[in-house]
């Protein structure tokens, strides 16, 4: 699980507030394995692991999207950001044309949809 000071930090670091259903979820679920999906923790357990500030800091430069949950084929699903605010759609990050999509209006039915599979 996340505390509020560890997704504040996170936030501070990134340059984004995060979602309202993803802050929620993480203070009360933390990041690990949900069924079929592979949550970033916001803080990772040792150096060894990835961890949200991690990730984002390596990989998302530019600050225009928050990674997650690896797809696992190099592929992320995040929140894009506008002038420092996360959007509370989920979006699809393609790393061969850094395009990004559409996948869900919001972080739960995202996790419905990809962890729980339902839909499918």
């Given amino acids: ?54 990730v984002n800091v390596a990989e998302f430069k530019d600050g225009n999207f928050v990674a997650v949950a690896p797809v696992g084929t190099g592929d992320w699903w995040g929140f894009s950001v506008v002038e420092g605010r996360c959007a509370s759609q989920v979006d699809f990050w393609d790393h061969e044309d850094g395009q990004v999509q559409f996948a869900a209006t919001g972080f739960l039915e995202f996790l419905a949809y990809e962890g729980l599979r339902v839909g499918r």
């Fill in 1 to 54: 699980m996340a505390s509020e000071a560890e997704l504040s930090e996170a936030e501070e670091t990134l340059q984004a507030q995060l979602p309202g259903e993803y802050r929620e979820f993480m203070k009360r679920h933390g990041g690990g394995m949900f069924l079929f999906l592979d949550l970033l923790p916001v803080v990772a357990s040792d150096d060894q692991e990835d961890d949200l500030v991690r």
